[in-house]
């Protein structure tokens, strides 16, 4: 028997159970009339196998109940056993819902607006592309994915999940030639020229390159609580490289994009764990010596002469914008955060 909060399934076996007792047969008597294993007997009487017409006609011969009475006990039954797992998997789900940020995804029309419990849960399974919820973390059905966050937690985790599996769709709708990784890091001199340009000027430019080294750059809104800044990881023969564009600063832009190439190039989106501390520090380091060398920028602080205009040339001498050159002088603690900040540069990137 199986139930739900509306409803009761009951197998045909319960009354075969009845019958037998009523006949005070035992089940190994009734197996042997039946010409069938007692093990087979046993699990009809639990509802564990399908009564099948077969079965209906042995019924009647052994029984003396109409088969059409047993096939129909076998039809109800399955009807009703669907409702009730369908029931209990709408409540495992609605606990879920709980924990997923669905007004920030619907404000971003990745899914429908509504305020029903039920009806967000049948938008989220669309959505996640499978029967229930819990499928995405019973059958680990999210890829290994390498990320730039700044906060751990399970609400975090969730809105990683939701945000990753956006960029998996919308990277369907982007050709990309055969993964090479060489060739990826050939052109990385390429990209960080653009650092001085507008994103009007580079976006495109930057999603056709990387696209050629199988690559697949997805823009996509922020989702608060997931202190993200970009994701990385395998979908069939491409690679999708998710960064966030909530108003992102020019630095904060670009070291997410070297630390997303990083993973790539160092191996970690094949990791079978996901990445861990040591990789993001790792990738970390390969995006801060992309954008400026440490010994360069050694060179440009043993001085200790941080004005605005010794700034503005540096970047210029080696080439990036000078945001990048203030954000990495806020970050290592050679200037305040409230310093320079009219160098940076914010970007607005189409999603």
């Known amino acids: 028997m199986k139930r739900s909060k509306t409803f009761i399934a009951t197998p045909p076996g319960a009354t075969i159970k009845e019958q037998l007792f009523n006949r005070g047969m035992t089940q190994k008597e009734f197996a042997s009339r039946m010409d069938m294993s007692e093990k087979h007997i046993s699990r009809l009487i639990n509802g564990e196998v399908q009564l099948t017409s077969d079965m209906a006609m042995r019924l009647e011969m052994v029984l003396g109940v109409p088969a059409r009475f047993w096939s129909n006990l076998e039809s109800i039954y399955r009807e009703k056993l669907s409702k009730v797992q369908a029931e209990n998997e709408m409540d495992e789900d609605l606990e879920i819902l709980k924990k ?19 009806e967000r849960v049948i938008n989220l399974r669309k959505f996640f592309e499978v029967v229930r919820l819990g499928v995405i973390f019973e059958r680990k059905l999210i890829p290994n994915i390498a990320c730039r966050k700044l906060g751990e937690g399970e609400k975090s985790d969730l809105a990683l999940i939701c945000w990753s599996q956006k960029a998996k769709i919308e990277s369907r709708n982007v050709e990309a030639s055969p993964i090479n ?4 890091e050939k052109i990385i001199p390429e990209i960080r020229k653009m650092t001085t340009q507008d994103p009007e000027e580079f976006c495109s430019s930057l999603c056709e390159k990387l696209s050629r080294c199988g690559v697949a750059l997805i823009f996509l809104p922020h989702i608060g609580g997931s202190f993200l800044h970009g994701a990385t990881f395998y979908e069939g023969k491409k690679i999708v490289m998710g960064l966030t564009v909530r108003g992102k600063d020019a630095d904060k832009f670009w070291f997410s994009l070297f630390h997303e190439i990083g993973h790539i190039i160092l191996g970690h989106i094949s990791l079978t764990d996901g990445t861990s501390s040591k990789d ?3 990738a970390d380091l390969f995006a801060r010596n992309v954008l400026i060398p440490d010994y360069i920028f050694e060179n440009f602080t043993k001085d200790g002469n941080f004005d605005k205009t010794e700034i503005i040339r540096f970047s210029k001498k080696v080439d990036i914008d000078a945001g990048i050159v203030v954000g990495r002088l806020q970050k290592e603690n050679w200037i305040s955060y409230n310093q320079y900040n009219e160098l940076k540069r914010k970007y607005i990137l189409a999603t």
């Open 280 to 282: 993001e520090e790792e």
């Open 100 to 118: 997923i940020p669905y007004n920030e995804m619907s404000k971003n029309q990745w899914v429908e607006t509504t305020r029903i419990k039920e």
């Open 181 to 184: 990784i060489d060739k990826l």
